[in-house]
C-alpha cells in the first residue's frame, strides 16, 4: 500500500518511532505474549509447545515486515508471502482468520503500556498498517 502523501508519512514515521520505543522498553514482547494468551484459551492452546525466545525474534522480524508491507517495500512482501504460506491453511501453524483480530487487540494492549508516547491517533496509526498486513493473510489462508 503505497501512498507518499503527508498523512500516510506521519502515520509511517508514528508507527516506526513507536515500534522502536517499544523495542527499547523492557518486557514489551513478554507483556505481548501474556495479554495475547489471556485473550482466548484457544490462543493459549495454539502456543502450549511455543520456544518463546524464537517467537518473540520471530515477532519482532513480522512487525518490521508488517510496516514495510503496509509501505510498499517488495523485500516485505516476499517475506509478508512467506509468513502467508506457514500462518494459512495448509501451512503448519494453521492461523484462522479470527485470531489476528485478538493479536492486534493484544499488540495495541502491549504497545500502550510500553511507548510512554501512545497516543489515540498513534493507535489509530498502529490498527491503519497491521490492517493492511492482516488482511493480506487472511487472504492467504
Not at 1 to 30: H, P
Not at 102 to 118: E, V
Request: aromatic content about 14%; glycine content about 6%; hydrophobic content about 45%.
Amino acid at each position: 500500500m503505497k501512498d507518499n502523501s503527508a498523512v500516510s508519512a506521519k502515520t509511517f514515521e508514528g508507527v516506526w518511532v513507536s515500534y522502536g520505543r517499544c523495542c527499547l522498553s523492557d518486557g514489551f514482547l513478554d507483556s505481548f505474549y501474556e495479554i495475547f494468551l489471556d485473550s482466548s484459551p484457544e490462543v493459549r492452546a495454539k502456543f502450549a509447545q511455543t520456544d518463546f525466545v524464537q517467537q518473540k525474534r520471530a515477532l519482532l522480524k513480522s512487525l518490521v515486515f508488517v510496516i514495510m508491507f503496509w509501505k510498499g517495500q517488495e523485500f516485505a512482501k516476499r517475506a509478508m508471502e512467506h509468513l502467508a504460506a506457514t500462518h494459512g491453511s495448509k501451512g503448519p501453524h494453521k492461523i484462522a482468520p479470527y485470531f489476528y483480530g485478538l493479536w492486534l487487540d493484544s499488540l495495541i494492549k502491549a504497545i500502550r503500556i510500553h511507548d510512554d508516547q501512545f497516543t489515540d491517533d498513534l493507535e489509530a496509526s498502529w490498527r491503519q498498517v497491521m490492517q493492511v498486513g492482516i488482511e493480506f493473510m487472511i487472504s492467504r489462508y
